[in-house]
């Protein structure tokens, strides 16, 4: 958008004006009322020291402001009657920079100083004495630029919000559309992968149980499905991730289940085998899994206990989770997308997954992840 725009470097504004406002100040004062001799060199090299000291305002705006009120009290007692325009610079610079309180009390303390000094120095009445401190810093200058740097600064508020808040809205934006990639991918591609795969593996275990040649073109169907389901499982993974929240994983199923407590399902965890750390993708479906389940428990199984039970396996990771649900071996269960669902993710993993109803009554999800499957 700024293409063929010229743009000054800040720091070459910034020494522009500090030496515009140098030669300003250093033609005022010899043109005007000034001492001899060594006071006339000392309040020369205050009047430039105040005004070269503007190059450092943005790096130091309370620094140029010390500097610039220091040097106006100097050449003021010097014997210059000058307005002191590097200090003005300095506060315009200082409250755009968000300084005001302490703008304000430096130069209520300055304005006092100018007055004492006048009156010290110079010698005469009172009346004088007001007159030479009011055209040394003119109180409405002071006031303008207080309002001015105050402007500038709010204005530069408002910008760098407006800013952040288009920012948030691509970012929201892009999260969304995101969000809608996969789940289109999901919708068009998961369930028709998954099934390609899983009647090619059947159609392999099939052959070789009954001593028959696997066709090479049948292998070679089951390792692209293979590989499909990994690499658009991670695909999904990616477009799903915000890079903000880290997706939950298998260490954060015991405060899953506690959630289910608070609903008033009685819930419980049970871990056998010994404990090792689960690949990433086994215990994203792991969590899945048992999330889907107690959901399904919770909302439709008509239960009031569920167990929840991980068996760590020297090749697999089983999960199983029962409920006390009115389900019984006579009723089919109807299945939905949370169980198409898990049996994609299982299958993904090369894993395996009943889903029934129990001869006891209530209903069983019982996976089994190989954890080569994650590689």
Not at 270 to 287: L, N
Not at 358 to 369: D, H, I, K, Y
Request: hydrophobic content about 45%.
């Amino acid at each position: 958008m700024n293409k063929g725009r010229f743009t000054v470097p800040a720091k070459v504004t910034d020494w522009s004006i500090a030496l515009g406002v140098a030669a300003l100040l250093l033609g005022t004062g010899l043109s005007g009322p000034h001492p001899s001799e060594s006071r006339e060199v000392l309040g020369l090299a205050l009047l430039a020291a105040g005004a070269l000291a503007l190059a450092a305002r943005r790096r130091a705006p309370l620094v140029v402001l010390a500097v610039g009120g220091l040097s106006a009290v100097g050449y003021q007692a010097a014997g210059f009657e000058v307005l002191a325009v590097s200090y003005l610079v300095a506060v315009y610079s200082a409250v755009r920079a968000g300084h005001r309180a302490v703008t304000l009390a430096v130069s209520v303390g300055l304005l006092a100083a100018l007055f004492l000094t006048a009156l010290v120095f110079p010698g005469g009445d009172l009346r004088e004495v007001v007159g030479q401190a009011r055209t040394t810093l003119e109180i409405a200058w002071l006031i303008a630029a207080i309002a001015a740097g105050e402007a500038v600064r709010q204005a530069e508020r408002r910008a760098d919000e407006a800013e952040h808040t288009r920012e948030e809205t691509a970012r929201r934006r892009a999260g969304e559309e995101r969000l809608r990639i996969a789940r289109e991918l999901h919708d068009s591609l998961t369930h028709q992968i998954s099934v390609i795969k899983v009647q090619s593996e059947v159609a392999v275990h099939v052959a070789r149980r009954r001593g028959e040649q696997v066709p090479e073109a049948l292998l070679v169907i089951q390792e692209a499905g293979r590989e499909a389901s990994r690499e658009l499982r991670a695909t999904l993974e990616a477009l799903r991730d915000d890079g903000l929240t880290p997706p939950h994983g298998f260490d954060h199923i015991p405060d899953l289940v506690k959630q289910f407590q608070t609903t008033g399902l009685e819930t419980a965890l049970r871990v056998e085998g010994r404990p090792y750390a689960v690949p990433a993708a086994v215990g994203r479906t792991a969590y899945r899994i048992v999330q889907e389940s107690l959901t399904n428990v919770s909302r439709h199984a008509a239960a009031t206990t569920a167990s929840v039970l991980i068996d760590h396996r020297p090749d697999a990771l089983a999960i199983r989770v029962d409920d006390n649900g009115k389900a019984t071996p006579d009723t089919a269960p109807t299945p939905g997308l949370g169980l198409l669902g898990m049996h994609e993710r299982v299958t993904a993993l090369g894993g395996c997954l009943r889903t029934e109803p129990r001869s006891a009554g209530g209903f069983t999800v019982q996976a089994e992840l190989p954890l080569s499957g994650a590689s």
